[in-house]
């Protein structure tokens, strides 16, 4: 039985942005489009930026401290070639030193892995599955990494508490393309779309392939975890009576793609080292430009979409960076003070299809900074690794005589502080917003984890003054015995200090 496929089409309240294809392919969108969230210029003028600059404000001076916060009104297009340009101005080794210390075993660990996949595409070529499949058969993808207890993993991803370091593990360091395939086929989407079982799951390869494992942060096994909570907020019910198949679809694949090819260094090292990124970008949303172009170049590498009328794959490629552009953390008060806004007017209309892609731009958002809501036992992990990445970074600006980015000086900053200030003014504000608009069970529970893991921190902290104050005490009070036995007039003056510095410490600790 043949069957017969067709884009479903989504009632645009907006006219869709012109675009031109030249002789290279490249699109440019005309500054009148609202797709990307580009402000009104006379609202430039007066705020300087995308949030504002209020020396009053907190949380603005914080997100403005985390990085450049222009906006660009009209955005290029142009998919990046792959590893077509040079890793960074300064030597690749000194962001990735363990790259040119692994052995030829280890190298050819991963090597091992992608054969093994690769090895189902050979298998479905020789299989009825390659041109789509009735939706009464089941697509089952299983490999020797995705039986047993993987597998039983799988039926609880919807599962806030879902451990995706242990599902990383089992699945041999093949997290991203087992939960995203899986997801896909879970809501019926290659079916729906059509999608070559072969195409999919080498753009799947291909695109964990594309994040740097040396990143202790911003690599696969994240993308997975935000995938996995994308997934999540997917199935709240506002969204899940809502949402169409196209928006699903849109929604995991942005989430899996969101950090796509990302360096390990943030917008503004980029920029002070003149990096080829920064000035392709202007200087704007640098990373999460590269993070779209990035995976619309593995899409058109692929074919993915390529049985799709040209049109609605251009459409479909420029929403999903829509919804990656939404991820830039300088842009976040911006974002917020939409989505208040909406919800103060109460006039959120899922039925509109803008206002549902502004919901996914939110989910998506909420969902790339969502580990501070995770158990206690997977935040700190999480915060431990983006606190590594940002000292790396740190130990290469020093190392280069440049200025040290902030949270990025190990000598400065501490897991916890850092922490603290990222919950206080940028977690907690975006999640109180959401659980208005999605008051839930899981909504109060990422909240509840979130007061937690603040209160947790906090406490480690308050545990390590007392370690210094008794050290600094008792340095003290060894500084005052010598002096005693130099000075025997001031012995007993001395002494008296000691005899009452150390049991301050004492009652501290």
């Given at each position: 039985m043949e069957v017969c496929y067709q884009l479903p089409v989504l009632p645009l309240d907006r006219?869709?942005?012109k675009h031109v294809l030249s002789r290279r392919g490249a699109i440019s969108f005309s500054s009148s489009s609202s797709l990307f969230g580009a402000p009104d210029p006379r609202q430039l003028s007066q705020r300087r930026g995308a949030i504002s600059y209020d020396s009053s404000d907190q949380t603005a001076l914080y997100i403005?401290?985390?990085?450049?916060?222009r906006v660009r009104s009209q955005v290029g297009f142009e998919p990046e070639r792959r590893s077509s340009h040079p890793y960074l101005c300064i030597d690749f080794r000194t962001l990735h030193?363990?790259?040119?210390?692994?052995?030829?075993s280890a190298a050819s660990g991963p090597e091992r892995r992608v054969h093994r996949l690769l090895s189902f595409q050979r298998y479905l070529h020789s299989s009825r599955l390659l041109r789509g499949v009735p939706q009464q058969i089941p697509l089952h993808i299983l490999d020797?990494?995705?039986?047993?207890?993987?597998?039983?993993?799988?039926?609880?991803?919807?599962?806030?508490?879902?451990d995706i370091f242990r599902f990383d593990r089992l699945t041999n360091g093949n997290s991203l393309i087992t939960l995203t395939f899986h997801l896909l086929n879970q809501y019926g989407l290659v079916e729906l779309f059509q999608l070559d079982m072969v195409k999919l799951w080498r753009f799947l390869v291909m695109v964990q392939e594309d994040y740097h494992s040396d990143n202790p942060y911003h690599n696969a096994v994240h993308a997975?975890?935000?995938?996995?909570?994308?997934?999540?907020y997917l199935r709240e019910p506002m969204l899940a009576k809502s949402l169409t198949s196209y928006d699903i679809l849109l929604g995991l694949l942005a989430a899996a793609t969101h950090d796509l090819g990302h360096p390990g260094v943030n917008q503004p090292f980029l920029i002070k080292t003149d990096h080829y990124l920064a000035t392709l970008y202007r200087n704007t949303s640098v990373l999460e430009n590269h993070h779209w172009k990035s995976a619309v170049g593995l899409l058109r590498e692929t074919g993915l979409f390529s049985h799709l009328p040209a049109e609605?794959?251009?459409n479909m490629e420029r929403e999903l960076g829509s919804l990656i552009l939404a991820t830039d953390i300088s842009r976040q008060n911006e974002y917020l003070s939409r989505f208040r806004m909406h919800l103060d007017q109460d006039n959120l209309c899922l039925s509109n299809a803008s206002h549902r892609h502004f919901i996914l731009q939110m989910a998506l958002k909420c969902a790339d900074i969502c580990n501070p809501c995770r158990p206690w036992e997977q935040s700190k992990q999480w915060s431990e690794k983006?606190?590594?990445?940002?000292?790396?970074?740190?130990?290469i600006e020093k190392k280069h005589k440049l200025e040290v980015s902030p949270l990025c000086?190990?000598?400065m900053n501490t897991v916890g502080n850092i922490q603290i200030g990222f919950m206080t003014y940028v977690a907690e504000p975006l999640f109180a917003e959401w659980a208005r608009f999605s008051d839930t069970r899981l909504s109060q529970t990422m909240l509840g984890h979130m007061g937690l893991n603040k209160a947790s921190w906090g406490g480690l902290q308050q545990e390590q003054t007392p370690v210094s104050e008794e050290a600094e005490a008792s340095i003290a009070s060894a500084g005052d015995a010598a002096a005693a036995r130099r000075d025997a007039n001031t012995a007993t003056v001395a002494g008296g200090t000691s005899s009452k510095e150390i049991p301050q410490g004492s009652r501290e600790s």
């Open positions: 006219p869709v942005p403005r401290m985390l990085g450049d916060v030193t363990r790259l040119g210390c692994g052995s030829a020797e990494d995705y039986t047993g207890q993987a597998r039983c993993m799988l039926e609880k991803v919807g599962n806030w508490n879902f997975a975890d935000v995938t996995q909570a994308m997934y999540c609605d794959s251009l983006v606190t590594e990445e940002f000292f790396q970074q740190g130990d000086d190990r000598e």
